[in-house]
């Protein structure tokens, strides 16, 4: 986020950045169903607990 804030100049809010992670959140789980349909089930509990992680409180 420290990066995001420099190159946008400003201060990047704290509704900004629950966006971004449950956005983040969201990817990590269509990757996770991804990797489930072709068979990496390794992959798939681990991009689904780092959607879990990013989305928070919010998941």
């Known amino acids: 986020m420290k990066e995001l804030e420099r190159e946008a100049g ?32 390794g992959l798939s509990e681990h991009l689904y607990h780092a959607a879990q992680k990013a989305r928070g409180p919010m998941a």
Do not use: F, R, T
């Open 10 to 41: 400003q201060e990047v809010s704290v509704q900004e950045q629950a966006e971004v992670l449950v956005y983040i959140g969201d990817m990590a789980a269509s990757l996770a169903q991804m990797a489930q349909k072709v068979g990496h089930q």
